[in-house]
């Protein structure tokens, strides 16, 4: 479970994220979405600890992020948008170097798995140089996978990855939901977001506008507009589109 409590976020002058309250839980997978300079990326930061909030908790597994954060991290997986690899290290010893980070025994059973799940199994004594944008982004996602863990944290999960691989990224992150995982996604994808999230928060100059079930928000708005979709949806409460305003 992911708990953000009053979540605050000023750097110098600039209020970045404003009073940001809300929980996801196990097999739930939330949409942060907004426009650019709303606040997501900073928001994502604080929840993966690489920046501490100015205000507020956040608490991952009933871990408080703040006050023991080695607890709260080792439920974590944290997938940044640009994957983070090291440029002499084949794609299986990227997989032993997180085993042993992670302290996970028995691992190469699971990583032969992840492998074959993100179709890098040809790929296994292969440099980061060698590979395409797409399976950079399966190694750093495969790595995160490699521990269990319980939260997962995605910012731009499906940039690089041709049509096929979207459609089986979509597969992985919701096999994880449904195992219990307590899943966030930020990507400007929002008609992708639709088919793969089971909650929304959308943001707007630092503070949340809208936040809900996604089924919930979206029978709201067809009230007024039938075949209305999340991206008009976005459009609407983030003044980017004709009509905007707040959610009703």
Not at 33 to 54: E, F, Q
Request: net charge neutral; charged share 25%; with cysteine.
């Amino acid at each position: 479970m992911i708990e953000v409590e009053g979540l605050t976020k000023v750097y110098g002058q600039f209020l970045a994220v404003n009073g940001l309250s809300f929980t996801v839980r196990p097999g739930e997978v939330l949409g942060l979405v907004g426009p650019n300079g709303a606040g997501k990326t900073t928001t994502l930061r604080c929840l993966s600890g690489i920046i501490p909030p100015s205000q507020g908790a956040v608490r991952l597994c009933g871990h408080d992020l703040g006050k023991d954060p080695v607890a709260a991290k080792r439920t974590l997986a944290w997938l940044p948008d640009e994957p983070r690899l090291f440029e002499y290290l084949t794609v299986w010893e990227h997989l032993v170097f997180s085993a042993r980070i992670h302290q996970v025994q028995g691992f190469e059973a699971r990583a032969v798995e992840l492998l074959t799940e993100l179709e890098l199994n040809e790929k296994r004594n292969a440099l980061p140089g060698e590979l395409s944008r797409g399976m950079c982004q399966k190694l750093s996602i495969a790595c995160g996978f490699l521990h269990a863990p319980r939260v997962l944290i995605f910012d731009e999960p499906l940039t690089g990855l041709d049509p096929l691989g979207i459609r089986r990224m979509k597969d992985s992150i919701l096999r994880r939901a449904r195992e219990g995982a307590a899943v966030i996604i930020s990507s400007h994808l929002l008609h992708l977001l639709e088919e793969v999230c089971s909650h929304v928060l959308i943001l707007r100059r630092g503070e949340l506008v809208t936040l809900g079930a996604l089924a919930d928000i979206l029978a709201r708005f067809r009230s007024e507009q039938p075949e209305a979709s999340l991206e008009e949806i976005f459009l609407r409460v983030t003044g980017s589109g004709e009509g905007s305003g707040p959610c009703p």
